[in-house]
């Protein structure tokens, strides 16, 4: 073998090398890429369910806040009903006293 072909040959290796560490390079980078585009669907979906989520819970604390507000009505209301009850009861007893002190003011 020459030295012109030797040359020749160690030339034609280094292109082949550069060659191959470009591609390498270039695969590389679509990985990346590809997995940069991937996470962000990842996040994005994951955001979205999060989102969801969170409205599901909200939800579900408003329904439970309904319910609760409804219990304490009915609540309010039983206990206004008997207030009135034994004010209705307390009523003549009230009045008789209002007079009697009346009375007692006015024969003083």
Same mark, same amino acid.
């Given at each position: 073998?020459?030295? $012109? ?28 890429? %590809? ?10 979906? =994951? %955001? ?6 969170? $409205? ?7 329904? %439970? ?12 209301? %039983? ?7 034994? $004010? ?6 009230? =009045?008789? +006293?209002?007079? =009697?002190? +009346? ?6």
């Amino acid at each position: 073998m020459t030295r $012109a072909e030797i040359l020749s040959e160690i030339k034609q290796a280094e292109e082949e090398a550069k060659n191959l560490v470009s591609r390498a390079i270039e695969a590389k980078n679509q990985k990346i890429s %590809g997995a940069k585009a991937q996470s962000r669907d990842i996040i994005k979906k =994951t %955001g979205e369910e999060a989102g969801e989520y969170a $409205a599901a819970e909200i939800s579900k604390a408003r329904e %439970g806040i309904k319910e609760e507000r409804e219990k304490l009505i009915e609540k309010g209301a %039983g206990e206004a009903e008997e207030i009135k009850k034994k $004010a209705k009861k307390n009523l003549t007893k009230a =009045t008789k +006293f209002i007079l =009697t002190e +009346f009375e007692r003011a006015a024969n003083a």
